[in-house]
């Protein structure tokens, strides 16, 4: 199994587990049980912390702040803030957040292909 320290992979996985490194690295990213929800409802156009969390009615404000926190710091969201008064803070989409999106398209064919399948077992 993948050897995961604290702050990401050992060398010898990094070197010698090249595949495996790739999968890690991208589940490290989407890690967080709203980040997935997230990056598919900003994939279109930029959206407000308001919207963001009426989209996500389950959410809590602070844990909506942390995820959106780590999404810009691993580089998948970038947040503009506009120098109104009150302040106006949007968050879209970098570069690199949008070359993830084929994975949740993945996963969102996946689901619904397999979704209903699966309840059978729960």
């Given at each position: 199994?993948?050897?995961?320290?604290?702050?990401?992979?050992?060398?010898?996985?990094?070197?010698?587990?090249?595949?495996?490194?790739?999968?890690?690295?991208?589940?490290?990213?989407?890690?967080?049980?709203?980040?997935?929800?997230?990056?598919?409802?900003?994939?279109?156009?930029?959206?407000?912390?308001?919207?963001?969390?009426?989209?996500?009615?389950?959410i809590s404000q602070?844990?909506?702040?942390?995820?959106?926190?780590?999404?810009?710091?691993?580089?998948?969201?970038?947040?503009?803030?506009?120098?109104?008064?009150?302040?106006?803070?949007?968050?879209s989409l970098t570069?690199?957040?949008?070359?993830?999106?084929?994975?949740?398209?993945?996963?969102?064919?996946?689901?619904?292909?397999?979704?209903?399948?699966?309840?059978?077992?729960?």
């Amino acid at each position: 199994m993948a050897k995961i320290c604290k702050y990401g992979f050992d060398d010898t996985m990094i070197i010698n587990k090249r595949d495996l490194y790739g999968i890690g690295f991208t589940q490290n990213l989407l890690s967080g049980r709203w980040k997935y929800f997230i990056l598919w409802f900003i994939k279109d156009e930029p959206k407000r912390f308001s919207d963001i969390k009426r989209f996500l009615s389950g959410i809590s404000q602070g844990s909506l702040t942390k995820q959106l926190k780590e999404l810009e710091s691993d580089g998948l969201v970038h947040r503009e803030v506009y120098p109104e008064v009150p302040p106006r803070v949007e968050y879209s989409l970098t570069e690199m957040g949008q070359e993830i999106l084929p994975i949740l398209k993945l996963m969102e064919s996946y689901g619904k292909k397999h979704g209903e399948q699966a309840e059978d077992y729960l």
